[in-house]
């Protein structure tokens, strides 16, 4: 076959801050999937892209092109609204195991496409994984009958949705190209246009945990996304929240899926519950669902049933007992006074370091490794208290776990709380 373009033609023009032509960005993609474009050139191109960036007839192209290269999901036999939600990836963020089920027992369906670990950021399916017999590969009449019977399905996207994405986002995460704002909007907004959701909340983080650590570069990464979602006819919206401090008490696959449970058994810590009770209104909301108030569904035990339906149907044991490490260490404080701040990303890169992430394409994870939070900031603290207890496999990973925490929080006496609010902006 004789090709219309040469990779490095088309990079060159990238690197040399031209626009490229609608041509160019169909076939690099096509060609990239096919295998004619080399890793080498996409990860070139992905830099010259980060660098030099895109304008939003580039991205929404781009994205359009990722669609192109497989397949679109079909809910056309559920006569339920479908909603979903998509978070661009934090730490401790287990948002979406008490929310699926929630929206369900809401009256809403729930079609979430998942991924796993990205960097320092946990993924949804490494945890739900650590639950005994479940399941992440559906096939898409598995994915239907389980949305159909449980009002909620979260499992892994089929190798047919978006493989351009597929390469792109693994050759991202090693070639330091992940933190790029055309690259991580039409990422995302290409699996879930192509996932056939009719609504689309999404929750962009920012913060030092986030990819972006600017409040006002997330508020342009959530509008680019608003915007591509409301050119395919997905009704979108965006919630851009904190991740300057980890979400809830928990990071870590098992110790996650044990917070939502707490969540879903009407307890919980209260910024998990709040964040979880927002997104589900948005949800209801823009996907015009007219069922149980969340608030309710959390109290009544209906979200919590439908969490085990949903588990039960991908194989899942909702009694089983969750793995646990086999090794403990503890992280103290050295001074007394207010917390007035953690930092995220030093949690997040600990517990990835305890083995709850990947460090290499393909790893296993551990599913007990993780960080337990005993105080978050605005507590007072004394002298010699437990701040966090570390959990892993591997004892030998405890060294460098540590070294990443030093400075994790600043313990002030009489100091101000120094933190993000949950909500930082609001797009739609
Ligand atoms: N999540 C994605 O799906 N893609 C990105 O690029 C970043 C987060």
């Known amino acids: 076959m004789i090709e219309d373009f040469s990779a490095v033609e088309v990079i060159a023009a990238k690197r040399d801050r031209n626009e490229l032509s609608d041509a160019q960005i169909d076939w690099v993609i096509s060609a990239y999937t096919r295998g004619?474009?080399?890793?080498?050139?996409?990860?070139?191109?992905?830099?010259?892209?980060?660098?030099?960036?895109?304008?939003?007839?580039?991205?929404?192209?781009?994205?359009?092109?990722?669609?192109?290269?497989?397949e679109r999901m079909n809910w056309s036999a559920i006569t339920r609204p479908t909603a979903d939600k998509h978070s661009t990836g934090g730490v401790g963020d287990k948002i979406t195991l008490p929310l699926a089920p929630l929206v369900a027992a809401c009256g809403g369906a729930v079609p979430q496409l998942s991924g796993r670990g990205l960097a320092h950021t946990g993924g949804t399916l490494d945890k739900l994984e650590s639950i005994p017999g479940w399941r992440a590969d559906l096939s898409n009449e598995e994915m239907l009958k389980v949305l159909q019977d449980c009002g909620a399905v979260i499992c892994a996207a089929g190798a047919g949705l978006a493989p351009a994405d597929k390469k792109l986002y693994a050759l991202r995460d090693v070639t330091a190209t992940v933190e790029a704002i055309p690259l991580i909007a039409s990422s995302i907004m290409s699996k879930k246009i192509a996932e056939g959701t009719s609504s689309l909340v999404l929750d962009v983080k920012t913060g030092s945990g986030a990819f972006m650590h600017d409040p006002a570069q997330a508020a342009i990464l959530a509008r680019t996304m608003v915007e591509?979602?409301?050119?395919?006819?997905?009704?979108?919206?965006?919630?851009?929240?904190?991740?300057?401090?980890?979400?809830?008490?928990?990071?870590?696959?098992?110790?996650?899926?044990?917070?939502?449970?707490?969540?879903?058994?009407?307890?919980?810590?209260?910024?998990?519950?709040?964040?979880?009770?927002l997104l589900a209104r948005e949800?209801?909301?823009?996907?015009?669902?007219?069922?149980?108030?969340?608030?309710?569904?959390?109290?009544?035990?209906?979200?919590?049933?439908?969490?085990?339906?949903?588990?039960?149907?991908?194989?899942?044991?909702?009694?089983?007992?969750?793995?646990?490490?086999?090794?403990?260490?503890?992280?103290?404080?050295?001074?007394?006074?207010?917390?007035?701040?953690?930092?995220?990303?030093?949690?997040?890169?600990?517990?990835?370091?305890?083995?709850?992430?990947?460090?290499?394409?393909?790893?296993?994870?551990?599913?007990?490794?993780?960080?337990?939070?005993?105080?978050?900031?605005?507590?007072?603290?004394?002298?010699?208290?437990?701040?966090?207890?570390?959990?892993?496999?591997?004892?030998?990973?405890?060294?460098?776990?540590?070294?990443?925490?030093?400075?994790?929080?600043?313990?002030?006496?009489?100091?101000?709380?120094?933190?993000?609010?949950?909500?930082?902006?609001?797009?739609?």
Request: glycine fraction near 12%; proline fraction near 4%.
């Open 36 to 70: 004619v474009v080399a890793d080498e050139q996409m990860s070139a191109l992905a830099m010259a892209i980060l660098l030099n960036g895109m304008n939003s007839r580039e991205i929404s192209r781009w994205t359009n092109a990722m669609i192109n290269s497989g």
């Open 228 to 277: 591509l979602g409301r050119n395919a006819g997905v009704k979108t919206r965006a919630l851009v929240t904190a991740m300057d401090v980890p979400l809830g008490l928990t990071v870590g696959n098992a110790l996650e899926v044990r917070e939502s449970v707490e969540v879903l058994a009407g307890g919980g810590p209260s910024d998990v519950v709040e964040l979880t009770l």
């Open 283 to 428: 949800m209801i909301e823009l996907a015009g669902i007219s069922g149980k108030d969340p608030e309710v569904a959390l109290k009544d035990g209906s979200a919590m049933d439908a969490w085990r339906k949903m588990i039960s149907a991908q194989g899942g044991n909702p009694d089983a007992a969750l793995p646990v490490a086999r090794e403990k260490n503890q992280y103290f404080a050295t001074e007394a006074g207010r917390m007035v701040s953690m930092d995220a990303l030093k949690v997040g890169v600990a517990a990835w370091r305890l083995g709850a992430g990947r460090s290499r394409q393909g790893e296993k994870v551990q599913a007990g490794a993780g960080i337990e939070l005993h105080a978050k900031p605005g507590d007072d603290i004394k002298a010699g208290q437990l701040l966090m207890t570390l959990h892993t496999d591997e004892p030998e990973r405890f060294p460098r776990a540590l070294e990443a925490l030093v400075g994790s929080v600043s313990i002030v006496a009489g100091g101000e709380v120094n933190r993000l609010p949950l909500v930082v902006e609001r797009i739609q």
